[in-house]
């Protein structure tokens, strides 16, 4: 039985009950006359066992008189039941009580001063603006300004922010710092062609700056100039920064091999829960004890903080589910771990070859099955950009 720490059963509390006597039925019509909540039915013999809401554990007495039917409490679940065990340990509780009045006394000072987004300023210099405008760790937050006053105040002592923009998050202040674009300066290039960066056929040429080399359907090797710099004749030329879009068919060759047997990790839907109360960075199990007895497993956790008006106080409570997983195996047929190859090679080739590239054809040379795995050699014409920059060297 797993009753989530955010389910009204839990903090209401609940029992497992034992239910003995020859008028089991009627108890139990009788209970749901009454409306009683009770779930999870089993039979064991001549005893049923039944979860019940422990408010509705005490309404039981005059129905088991009326029915002459025993109970026996078998198990105790739940919020009440909790504080319980805890009350027994006065110490352990005032510890806990005095942690966690420390812990809403640190909440109310500001521990750190989050800067993000500065370039040219630096974060001292933003820190000690903020510290003028009141803003400083070991600050008490309802001594802090409004977060617009706090901007207001910033942008005034820092001239270079277009926009500066306060939050308070728990026990952070950030700082968001917009600074005012500066125009970048030109880069200045020496003059330089426009080369091939791959052995190719031409398919395109677009020359924006510079004297064409080539035509479309030549076939170039790397390093050959597409685009010259060079402008005019012998005696009267200017050299400039060539510029263009040349593509062209490059030839790849790809080896690859593809096990025909995958393996992959898979839920088999078992589950187990744990249930933490949180208290800053620490995290104190109330639910869950034991190993799950699992040999391989995940973890899901959901994190709740407690909030107070605009504020997230350091503690909380934590769920979290551990899922049991397995290996399975599945085997491919030859024709899909081909498919599989091809995929990734096309996938891989596209990434290196740029974002505009395109596979204009596919051939596979050779193929065998060996070993568990397909192995092949395939060829691709890849229709790509091959334009690189190569520097004029003066007296070129």
Not at 274 to 299: C, E, I
Not at 346 to 372: F, M, P, T, Y
Request: aromatic share 8%.
């Amino acid at each position: 039985m797993t009753m989530r720490s955010g389910s009204l059963e839990w903090w209401l509390g609940y029992i497992q009950i034992a239910v003995r006597g020859d008028h089991i039925e009627e108890l139990m019509n009788r209970m749901l006359q009454e409306r009683l909540r009770f779930w999870q039915m089993e039979r064991k013999a001549d005893t049923v066992c039944m979860y019940v809401r422990l408010p509705h554990f005490y309404r039981l007495r005059p129905l088991l008189k009326q029915t002459g039917c025993r109970v026996h409490v078998t198990e105790r679940q739940g919020f009440p039941f909790m504080l319980e065990r805890l009350s027994s340990r006065k110490v352990f509780m005032g510890g806990i009580v005095f942690f966690i009045l420390g812990l809403y006394v640190l909440s109310n000072l500001v521990w750190r001063v989050d800067i993000s987004g500065n370039d040219r300023l630096s974060k001292d210099e933003i820190r000690q603006a903020a510290q003028e405008a009141g803003v400083y760790p070991l600050q008490w937050k309802f001594r802090l300004p409004d977060p617009d006053q706090i901007a207001y105040a910033l942008t005034r002592k820092l001239p270079d922010a277009t926009w500066i923009g306060v939050e308070i998050n728990g026990t952070t202040v950030q700082i968001k710092i917009v600074e005012s674009t500066i125009p970048e300066a030109q880069q200045l290039k020496s003059p330089r062609h426009v080369v091939a960066t791959h052995d190719a056929v031409i398919t395109d040429i677009q020359a924006v700056r510079g004297v064409p080399q080539v035509r479309v359907n030549q076939r170039v090797r790397k390093g050959d100039i597409l685009i010259s710099g060079i402008l005019g004749d012998e005696e009267h030329s200017e050299v400039v920064v060539a510029e263009g879009d040349v593509k062209g068919l490059v030839w790849y060759e790809y080896d690859m091999a593809v096990p025909l047997t995958q393996r992959h990790h898979v839920y088999t839907g078992n589950v187990r829960e744990r249930d933490y109360l949180l208290f800053g960075t620490r995290a104190l199990k109330v639910k869950g004890y034991g190993d799950t007895g699992f040999a391989d497993q995940d973890l899901i956790q959901e994190v709740h903080k407690i909030r107070w008006r605009n504020w997230e106080l350091p503690f909380g409570w934590m769920n979290e589910k551990v899922l049991e997983i397995r290996m399975e195996e599945t085997a491919l047929e030859v024709k899909e771990a081909k498919e599989i190859a091809l995929q990734q090679a096309r996938a891989d080739l596209l990434l290196k070859a740029g974002e505009d590239a395109e596979i204009r054809e596919q051939n596979v040379l050779h193929e065998r099955s060996e070993s568990g795995k397909v192995y092949m050699k395939a060829h691709f014409e890849v229709n790509q950009t091959i334009a690189g920059e190569q520097v004029i060297v003066q007296g070129e």
